[in-house]
C-alpha cells in the first residue's frame, strides 16, 4: 500500500469511531443513522426540550429559539451508565413476553378450534345415527298398522260376501211361492245391507315435521353458530406515554400561536353536594369526574356533555389520571391510600398505602406520582421508585423528565428534575391562586387560577405565557385536564354546574 493511500484512508476516516468487533456484532442489525435524514448533514447537536438530534441546519432553522440545545457528545456522556440502556432492556423484554404470549394464545386457539370444529362431528354423527334408529321404528310401526288394517278390510268384506250367499239360497226356495212378497222383502233387504256395508280405502297422513323433512323444506336439523369474541391476553405496557407519543407529534409552537376551541359544555348531574376535584379524558373521549363528598363514585360523561353512569369506587375520590385503555388510577385524600382500578369491569387491580394524604396525581414514562408530603413516583406494581422534593400543594403534572406543581399558599408555579432540582419557578400578577395544573408533551402548563379566574399557559421555559381563556361564568374553577392525543383540554368547575372541553389549536 502506498503512502498516498495510507494519507487518503486516513483522511475519509478520520471523524469515524472505533468499536469492538463484538459491540458491533450485537448492534449490526439495528439501523442506526448518524446523519439528519432531511440534510444528509452529521447530528452533532441536541434539543432537551423535543428530545431531537440536530444537523447544522436543523438547529437554526427549527430549533433557533430552543434553549437546551448541547452537543451531542455532552448528551451521550455516560449513556452506556444511564437508565435509558436497562429502560430499553426492559422494554425488549417485555416485547419479546409478549409477542410468544401471543404466538402460543394463537397457537392453542387454533387447537381449541379443531377440538370444537371434532366435537361438533361427533355431535352432527350421532344426530344422524339416531334420527336413522328413530326413522326405522317409525317404519316397523307403519308397517304394523298398514298389515292390521288391510286384514282388517279383507275380513270384513269376505264376512259380507258369505252372509250374502246363504240369504240369497233361502230366497230362492221361497221365491217359487211367494215372487211377490220376496221381489219387496228382497228390494227392503238391499237397502238394509247396502247402509251397512263399507268400502275401505287405507291412506297415511305424515306428520308434518317428517313431512318437512322428506319435501327437502327442512333444510338442516342444526345450525353451526360462530361467536367472536374479544382475547383476554394480558400483554404487559411499558412507558405509557412513549407509546402515545408515536400515535401523534405535538407540532412545534410559540405560546403566541396557541388558541382555544370550545368543543362541548357538561353540565354535571346534581346529586346533592357537589364538590368536583378531578376529572381526565379517558381513551374513548368520555368525560370522567371525581365527585369528593360522601358519594364513592366517579361520574362519566360522552363527549357530547351527556351522562352516561357513575362508576363505583373505594371511597370519595379525589384525583384520577388515565393509565391505559382499560385503567386509571384514583387517589382517597385523607384515606391514605390509592388505587390502580380497571373501569372496564369495575375492578380494583391493585390498592398501594401511602402513609399520608394523597392528593394530586399524574402519569409519565410508566410511572404515577402522587401528591404527598412530597411528589412520590411509583411503578406500575406499586414500588416506591422517586421522591421528589417538590414545592407544591394539591395538584402536580409530570412529563418524562420533569414534575409541574402549583402552590397557591406563594402564588408560584414550579418545575422541577426528577431529582427535586428547580428548573424554573414563574409567578405574576395575573396568576392568582393558582389551582389546577396539566402539562403537554413539549413541557408547556396549562394553569387556572382559581381568584384570578382564568387558564394561562406557560411556555416550557418559565417565563413566556399567555392568558388563554377568562373564567367570569365559572363560580370556582378547580380542576384541568390535558388529552395529549388529542389535543384536548378539559376544565371543572368546582361545585359542578358548567365545565368545558376545548380543543387546542396550533397554528
Not at 242 to 265: C, F, G, R, W, Y
Request: hydrophobic fraction near 35%; charged fraction near 25%; charge should be neutral.
Amino acid at each position: 500500500m502506498t503512502i498516498g493511500c495510507l494519507l487518503e484512508k486516513t483522511k475519509t476516516s478520520r471523524d469515524h469511531k472505533l468499536i469492538s468487533i463484538d459491540n458491533y456484532r450485537q448492534i449490526e442489525d439495528v439501523p442506526i443513522t448518524l446523519f439528519s435524514s432531511d440534510h444528509d448533514k452529521k447530528l452533532e447537536w441536541f434539543c432537551k426540550s423535543h428530545d431531537q438530534a440536530l444537523c447544522v441546519v436543523c438547529l437554526p432553522t427549527e430549533h433557533g429559539s430552543c434553549t437546551d440545545v448541547i452537543t451531542i457528545d455532552v448528551a451521550a456522556t455516560n449513556a452506556r451508565q444511564s437508565t435509558a440502556i436497562s429502560d430499553l432492556q426492559e422494554a425488549i423484554e417485555v416485547t419479546l413476553h409478549n409477542v410468544t404470549h401471543y404466538i402460543n394464545n394463537r397457537n392453542t386457539a387454533t387447537k381449541d378450534i379443531e377440538k370444537q370444529e371434532n366435537k361438533i362431528r361427533r355431535i352432527i354423527r350421532d344426530t344422524r345415527t339416531k334420527i336413522n334408529g328413530h326413522l326405522d321404528e317409525f317404519e316397523e310401526k307403519f308397517m304394523q298398522t298398514l298389515v292390521s288394517a288391510t286384514n282388517t278390510c279383507k275380513s270384513k268384506r269376505k264376512a259380507y260376501q258369505t252372509e250374502r250367499s246363504s240369504t240369497a239360497d233361502v230366497q230362492v226356495f221361497l221365491g217359487t211361492r211367494q215372487i211377490d212378497k220376496l221381489v219387496i222383502s228382497e228390494t227392503e233387504f238391499n237397502k238394509t245391507a247396502t247402509d251397512s256395508i263399507y268400502d275401505y280405502k287405507v291412506n297415511l297422513v305424515l306428520n308434518s315435521d317428517v313431512q318437512k323433512l322428506s319435501n327437502g323444506v327442512v333444510k338442516t336439523f342444526a345450525e353451526i353458530q360462530f361467536a367472536e369474541n374479544a382475547t383476554n391476553l394480558d400483554i404487559k405496557e411499558l412507558k405509557i406515554e412513549h407509546a402515545q407519543m408515536q400515535q401523534k407529534v405535538q407540532p412545534a409552537s410559540n405560546v403566541a400561536d396557541i388558541e382555544l376551541k370550545l368543543m362541548t359544555k357538561v353540565n354535571i348531574k346534581k346529586e346533592g353536594h357537589m364538590y368536583i376535584t378531578g376529572c381526565a379524558i379517558l381513551p374513548n373521549e368520555h368525560l370522567l369526574f371525581a365527585n369528593h363528598t360522601y358519594k364513592y363514585k366517579l361520574l362519566e360523561y360522552s363527549e357530547e356533555g351527556n351522562f352516561v353512569g357513575s362508576i363505583q369506587v373505594s371511597a370519595t375520590p379525589y384525583d384520577k389520571t388515565v393509565l391505559d385503555s382499560d385503567r386509571i388510577a384514583i387517589t382517597y385524600g385523607i384515606k391514605r391510600f390509592f388505587e390502580i382500578f380497571n373501569y372496564r369491569n369495575s375492578r380494583v387491580e391493585k390498592k398501594i398505602k401511602t402513609g399520608g394524604d394523597c392528593w394530586g396525581l399524574s402519569q409519565s414514562n410508566g410511572k404515577i406520582y402522587v401528591k404527598l408530603d412530597k411528589v412520590e413516583g411509583f411503578d406500575i406494581t406499586g414500588r416506591k421508585v422517586y421522591i421528589v422534593d417538590a414545592e407544591c400543594r394539591d395538584y402536580i403534572s409530570a412529563s418524562k423528565n420533569n414534575i409541574f406543581c402549583s402552590n397557591y399558599l406563594n402564588g408560584t408555579v414550579c418545575c422541577y428534575d426528577m431529582k427535586g432540582q428547580e428548573v424554573w419557578k414563574f409567578q405574576n400578577d395575573s396568576l392568582q391562586y393558582p389551582y389546577g395544573v396539566a402539562n403537554d408533551r413539549s413541557g408547556n402548563v396549562f394553569v387556572v387560577g382559581r381568584t384570578s379566574r382564568n387558564l394561562i399557559r406557560i411556555e416550557n421555559d418559565g417565563k413566556t405565557y399567555k392568558n388563554l381563556l377568562n373564567l367570569e361564568e365559572y363560580s370556582i374553577p378547580g380542576a384541568v385536564c390535558y388529552y395529549k392525543d388529542k389535543n384536548s383540554l378539559l376544565i371543572c368547575n368546582e361545585n359542578g354546574g358548567q365545565c368545558a372541553l376545548y380543543n387546542v389549536l396550533y397554528k
